[in-house]
């Protein structure tokens, strides 16, 4: 289980307070969706998660322990995927594999498990001794989505998976994140797609402007906003909490 | 134990290399053209080598008398009857460069300083013809118009050594900054595509996230750039010696024999590219993890060019010992050494540890630049 508490991130290079104040409770064998309108601190709390920055005030914990404390035993346990993150373009799938697993310390015999499941789920097989330059936005958001799972990580963490994808590769990732929590793997999904929340989370929470403002299950939310939909509640919750910025000059 | 992760890192920067023709280009075969043709241009430049082509010409026919006495010191020189239209003749048509012609009462220099083998001849001719006016019991020589003192008023203290050593110093100067530039300039390409370039690629985030500590993943890439940087400068020496070998054989077999067969002068060189390797490491690291634009820091690495370059340049307005000392600018001076076969290592190992604390400081600053990357 993962529990964040009064979670604060300000970027000391532009003093911009990104995350203000978020506390969340990410249940295992769960996806739990992360919501918020942009600019709401959703990739930062997420790269805050994943260990990519470091939190200004407040705490993560995984199960119990605390990130700061054990970084790299944590580093080994999760898988951070954005549409942001790439692969070195002069290899292929197979030298990325082992390169990765290699560094994630694991054999031989693992990373060759590992990948030949992954890469054939994921129709890489048939591409692997491409470089991955040459890929497709969608063969290299799959190649990606296999080299970050490659270590078989416990906790998912994915910034909007599957933006930019087509409807088929969308598909095999909600497929096969499915999979995933069937086995007992934690997902944190970041998305604005309302649709893939209600199809496929368990749990969510909200953003505005750096806060969270609400932490429950997806039928929860709409309750506890008193109307029918997702999308009704999650525009109740942003117009409830926005605080509208002054707007200088003309 | 973890030391692996170091390994592996390389293992993949060395791949990167691999898949990178032009790179392997600019490490192995650049530095080696370069330095080729320098050598070639540098002896030709300098006189030493044995391109142009030379006549004595004796109207009193003692060519052979002269030959006899004067071949063995003066190869390049053709000994010949006739007189001053012969000489000019051949120079017109372009078979000789330069000429002495031996009359009555004096020796007369022909040549034509527009021509650079020609004036690379001239310095030959002005001494055979010295020797020629002891042998021809003194008489006096013309340089065209310009009248030449007689011999025993001419008094040369520098030794065939001396005049060697000093080539020998032109040389290693331009040669070691081309090799050191090479060096430089594959360091700024490997630090860009490596360390700069995992930012801009946006591929840093994925190493971030491993378990592998950030300092080892960098140490891995410094290691590698370091592994191949001294091979393109390696490549530079070598063909720095094998452009001495082909174009200047006489001072070869010199240098070779003055530097003895201990080969102790490899030792001396793979020190001298250890320092520079480790120095030229430093510099680039630093300024590539400063930056997580490869354009940024190609502006940024012109500084470094410049301090490899002024480190080069040392020796030529700093006589003191002290350069000795220095990464880079102990080059000419320690090569100089090595032709005389009077080595000294604590200079040589001073600098190589100068050269590894400025490794250890760019790796320190550079693993804080890296660590700060994420914000």
Redesign the interface.
């Known amino acids: 289980m993962i529990t964040i508490e009064h979670l604060k991130k300000t970027?000391?290079?532009n003093k911009v307070e990104a995350v203000k104040d978020v506390s969340l409770e990410i249940h295992d064998g769960q996806i739990f969706a992360l919501l918020g309108p942009n600019g709401a601190g959703k990739t930062t709390t997420m790269?805050m998660l994943?260990?990519?920055?470091d939190p200004t005030a407040g705490t993560i914990r995984y199960d119990g322990k605390l990130l700061e404390q054990s970084d790299?035993?944590i580093?080994?346990r999760?898988?951070?995927l954005?549409n942001?993150?790439?692969?070195?373009?002069?290899?292929t799938p197979d030298?990325l594999a082992d390169?990765?697993g290699?560094?994630?310390?694991m054999t031989k015999e693992q990373i060759e498990k590992n990948r030949d499941k992954l890469f054939d789920y994921f129709g890489i097989s048939e591409f692997r001794d491409r470089r991955y330059e040459t890929f497709s936005t969608g063969m290299k958001q799959k190649t990606s989505l296999a080299?970050?799972l490659l270590h078989d990580p416990d906790t998912i963490i994915f910034d909007e998976p599957t933006n930019g994808l087509d409807i088929l590769t969308q598909h095999l990732i909600e497929e096969y994140l499915l999979r995933l929590k069937s086995e007992g793997k934690c997902i944190i999904l970041s998305t604005h797609i309302l649709d893939l929340v209600s199809r496929m989370a368990d749990r969510v929470g909200v953003i505005v402007d750096g806060k969270s403002v609400f932490c429950g299950t997806v039928e929860e939310l709409p309750q506890a906003q008193g109307v029918n939909t997702l999308e009704e509640a999650f525009i109740k919750l942003y117009k409830e909490n926005h605080e509208e910025k002054a707007i200088v000059g003309k | 134990m973890h030391n692996?992760?170091v390994l592996?890192?390389m293992a993949?920067e060395w791949?990167?290399t691999r898949?990178?023709p032009v790179q392997l280009v600019m490490m192995l075969l650049v530095p080696v053209l370069s330095v080729l043709f320098l050598s070639w241009g540098m002896d030709y430049i300098l006189g030493i080598s044995s391109h142009y082509k030379a006549a004595v010409f004796f109207a009193d026919d003692k060519a052979a008398l002269a030959e006899e006495v004067l071949a063995g010191e003066y190869p390049y020189f053709s000994f010949r009857n006739g007189d001053k239209e012969d000489a000019k003749d051949l120079i017109y048509e372009g078979k000789i460069d330069t000429a002495l012609i031996v009359g009555e009462e004096e020796i007369r220099l022909i040549y034509d300083s527009s021509l650079l083998n020609s004036s690379a001849a001239l310095k030959d001719s002005s001494d055979i013809a010295a020797d020629l006016s002891m042998l021809l019991e003194g008489k006096e020589y013309y340089d065209g118009m310009q009248l030449f003192y007689p011999k025993e008023e001419l008094i040369d203290m520098s030794t065939p050594m001396d005049k060697l050593q000093k080539h020998i110093d032109q040389l290693a100067g331009v040669v070691g900054m081309i090799v050191f530039l090479m060096m430089a300039s594959n360091a700024m390409t490997i630090s860009a595509r490596s360390i700069t370039g995992e930012k801009e690629?946006?591929?840093f985030?994925?190493?971030?996230?491993?378990?592998?500590?950030l300092r080892k993943?960098l140490l891995g890439k410094m290691l590698i750039m370091m592994a191949e940087i001294f091979l393109s400068g390696v490549m530079g020496v070598l063909a720095a010696i094998a452009g001495m070998a082909i174009w200047s054989r006489k001072n070869f077999a010199t240098i070779c024999e003055q530097a003895g067969q201990d080969g102790l002068w490899i030792l001396v060189l793979i020190l001298l590219l250890l320092a520079v390797t480790m120095a030229v490491t430093a510099i680039f690291t630093f300024i590539g993890s400063a930056f997580s634009q490869t354009k940024k820091a190609s502006l940024f690495s012109s500084a470094g060019m410049v301090i490899v370059s002024v480190a080069a340049m040392l020796p030529t307005f700093l006589t003191t010992d002290l350069v000795k000392y220095i990464p880079m600018a102990n080059w000419t001076p320690s090569i100089l050494d090595i032709c005389r076969h009077d080595i000294h290592f604590v200079p040589l190992l001073v600098a190589l540890l100068i050269s590894a604390a400025l490794l250890c400081i760019s790796m320190i600053l550079s693993t804080g630049l890296w660590e700060r990357t994420?914000?």
């Open positions: 970027f000391k290079k790269r994943s260990t990519l920055l790299v035993d580093r080994r999760i898988a951070f954005t942001e993150i790439r692969l070195d373009g002069q290899f030298e390169y990765y290699r560094l994630y310390e080299i970050c | 692996r992760h592996h890192v993949s791949k990167k898949k990178t690629r946006q591929t985030d994925t190493l971030v996230l491993c378990p592998a500590p993943i994420s914000e």
